[in-house]
T-cell receptor
Framework: AQKITQTQPGMFVQEKEAVTLDCTYDTSDQSYGLFWYKQPSSGEMIFLIY??????QNATEGRYSLNFQKARKSANLVISASQLGDSAMYFCAMREHGSSNTGKLIFGQGTTLQVKP | ETGVTQTPRHLVMGMTNKKSLKCEQH?????MYWYKQSAKKPLELMFVYNFKEQTENNSVPSRFSPECPNSSHLFLHLHTLQPEDSALYLCASSQEGKGYYGYTFGSGTRLTVV
């Protein structure tokens, strides 16, 4: 069974500094996708970045990068140059790509990030 | 409108009431989902609809009844709820079968059962 673990309930970072949010996963599938979402206090889940299990390069999207270490089953999110607007809840998620797993995007517990001015 | 739209944004209902949550997606996706987000818990997948057919029911109590009349609309009918059902209910959609399996979420309905 697939599982996502985020061990940091809360994190603080100084504005303009970089921060790493941890995520480990467990799956027996060879083909899967890893996602990071941001959830501000308004409740909407905002897609940030995606990494496929066969992608050789780490995914990057602007200030977001995903440090993908397949052998260790980790998919940490790195936010560079933090901004006050980055304060939110961050969720790591995974879905296996097997035909029996249509639609099963499974989430971790989330990490609350607070950016200090 | 674009994206995934959920209505209402907030809902307060008594335990004997019947209400419905609505989700509409304007992305041409073929799969839609309901998730429940309770305080201090991970998002829980409730229902999956793929091409309007329900393909997943994650042991959800029968007081929650989903309906998917077409690939653009998804409803969650609620009746005789319990206070522990108070949560944020999120709808999402995706295009299955085309490689990238990105999900787009709505803003959610914050439900309070009194």
């Amino acid at each position: 069974a697939q599982k996502i673990t985020q061990t940091q309930p809360g994190m603080f970072v100084q504005e303009k500094e970089a921060v790493t949010l941890d995520c480990t996963y467990d799956t027996s599938d060879q083909s899967y996708g890893l996602f990071w979402y941001k959830q501000p206090s308004s409740g909407e889940m905002i897609f940030l970045i995606y990494q496929g299990s066969y992608d050789e390069q780490n995914a990057t999207e602007g200030r977001y990068s995903l440090n993908f270490q397949k052998a260790r089953k980790s998919a940490n999110l790195v936010i560079s140059a933090s901004q006050l607007g980055d304060s939110a809840m961050y969720f790591c998620a995974m879905r296996e790509h097997g035909s029996s797993n249509t639609g099963k995007l499974i989430f971790g517990q989330g990490t609350t990030l607070q950016v200090k001015p | 409108e674009t994206g995934v739209t959920q209505t209402p944004r907030h809902l307060v209902m008594g335990m004997t009431n019947k209400k419905s949550l609505k989700c509409e997606q304007h992305l041409g996706h073929n799969a839609m989902y309901w998730y429940k987000q309770s305080a201090k818990k991970p998002l829980e997948l409730m229902f999956v609809y793929n091409f309007k057919e329900q393909t997943e029911n994650n042991s959800v109590p029968s007081r929650f009844s989903p309906e998917c009349p077409n690939s653009s609309h998804l409803f969650l009918h609620l009746h005789t709820l319990q206070p522990e059902d108070s949560a944020l209910y999120l709808c999402a959609s995706s295009q299955e079968g085309k490689g990238y399996y990105g999900y787009t979420f709505g803003s959610g309905t914050r439900l309070t059962v009194v």
